[in-house]
């Protein structure tokens, strides 16, 4: 069964403190890994997907890298408005569902 | 470009009452269409999953079931709901592999 874990479960940051965030996985077959960004009340919004190892992807303030058995979401120089919940999910094997971690809640302070 | 919409967005729904929630996307000709729930704490749980008109696949044993009577129509439905149906409710759509979220009913069971 596909498994994803994401740490940490909350992170504090104050404004412009550039961190991680980690997503392990373990599948079978890796077809892709997704990243997805949620704020309060709202739907996931689609941020990136990855499908090989030493694959990165980047959107403003964030970069996203993959290896064999986890993806990082690196967050640089955050801003306020970057606070919400990250949100990592894998789509593998044979299996055609998502499997999702649960999330973490990322809080920017100015 | 394609949109998803999801009704109504909030719901307050007394024990053993039925439930209908809709879900249509625009933009796209037969789309892989999902419902999943988020219950707090946990990560998202898929419901159903369609692939075509009247193709509904069930992960989850439960009393709620789903219909698709048109291409981009996709409807979550109880006969009776349960305190534990409460949650957030989000519908999907795909191409490939990435899915794209709706922007959830919050179901309320009292």
């Known amino acids: 069964e596909d498994q994803v874990t994401q740490s940490p479960e909350a992170l504090r940051l104050q404004e412009g403190e550039s961190s991680s965030l980690n997503c392990s996985y373990t599948?079978?077959?890796?077809?892709?890994l997704f990243w997805y960004r949620q704020d309060p009340g709202k739907g996931p919004e689609f941020l990136f997907t990855?499908?090989?190892a030493g694959e990165e992807k980047e959107k403003e303030r964030l970069k996203a890298t993959l290896t064999k058995k986890e993806s990082f979401l690196h967050i640089t120089a955050p801003k306020p408005e970057d606070s919400a919940t990250y949100l990592c999910?894998?789509?593998?094997?044979?299996?055609?569902?998502?499997?999702f971690g649960k999330g973490t809640l990322l809080t920017v302070n100015p | 470009s394609q949109t998803i919409h999801q009704w109504p967005a909030t719901l307050v729904q007394p024990v053993g009452s039925p439930l209908s929630l809709e879900c249509t996307v625009e933009g796209t000709s037969n789309p892989n269409l999902y419902w999943y729930r988020q219950a707090a704490g946990r990560g998202l749980q898929l419901l159903f999953y369609s692939v075509g008109i009247g193709q509904i696949s069930s992960e989850v044993p439960q009393n709620l079931s789903a219909s698709r009577p048109q291409d981009r129509q996709f409807i979550l439905s109880s006969k009776k709901l349960l305190l534990s149906d409460s949650g957030f409710y989000l519908c999907a759509w795909s191409e490939g592999d990435t899915q794209y979220f709706g922007p959830g009913t919050r179901l309320t069971v009292l």
């Open positions: 990855l499908y090989s």
């Open positions: 999910a894998v789509f593998g094997g044979s299996n055609y569902k998502l499997t």
């Open positions: 599948v079978s077959g890796l077809r892709g």
